[in-house]
């Protein structure tokens, strides 16, 4: 903690790691963080994140957004989906490629998990992620919109079908797929979220939020996302869809301190709004 900063202003934390079963079976690792003196139950509003892809870890690591949602008296979550390199590269590759639809399943199970044992319920749940995690929350949210209450789909990947035409993202036809050869199109379209929503669905209220100057995902999957969400949708007012796009940032490596805060703070109004 920072000299300046109250020491009662990040409380004592409980962090637990546990596993749950993914429908194929694979026991997946899940991390559960709420505030120590919290008993999580049905109606603790509750964030669940993953990102399931890359051979990218989730590890324990701080987070001011962590904390303060958590110092609230909330719960969050990280589940450790294949695609990811908790368990080596035979992890990762279960969750590429032609296997990327086992990171969604693994997605789904860990809510349904956080719903089955008790430490929140659907109304009181919502799901999050970025960048190749926002494609994880959107899929969800179009595979399984019965799942949580809201959605937080930061600087996401949306349209799998045209990824590759813009921006860098042709560098990660190794880890998708290329849809320009007949296999590949074939398992992308088959999840590809802005090809998957149904007009006339009731979905999660929706945050999804980009950057003008992101050059690793063009902020245009977001937007177009947004629009068919608002068009095909049957929410009432009570679960928005809406669209934040920030001026003068990027993906979000390198985001003043100020932005971020400003982000974090829009995000978590929102989030508390729709869980409480």
Known sequence: IH????????????????EYPSPDGTQVGIFVIHRADVTPGPGTPTILNGYGGFAISETPMWSPLIGAWCAAGNQYAIAQLRGGAEHGEDWHHAGWRGNKQNVFDDFAAA???LVA????????????GGSNGGLLVGATLTQRPDLCRAV???????????????????LWTHEYGDPDEPEAFAWLHAYSPYHRVVEGTVYPAVLLTTAEGDTRVDALHARKMAALLQHAAANGPDRPILLHQEGRAGHGQGKPV???????????????????
Request: net charge negative.
């Open 3 to 18: 000299p300046a900063v109250d020491a009662a202003a990040v409380p004592e934390l409980a962090v637990t790691h546990t």
């Open 258 to 276: 100020g932005k971020r805060a400003d982000e974090y703070a829009d995000v978590l109004s929102f989030l508390t709004n729709q869980l409480t």
């Open 111 to 113: 809510g349904d998990w």
């Open 152 to 170: 937080w789909c930061a600087v996401p990947l949306l349209d799998m079908v045209r990824f590759p035409q813009f921006l860098i993202a042709r």
């Open 117 to 128: 044992s008790g430490r929140t319920s659907p109304e009181r749940l919502a799901i999050a």
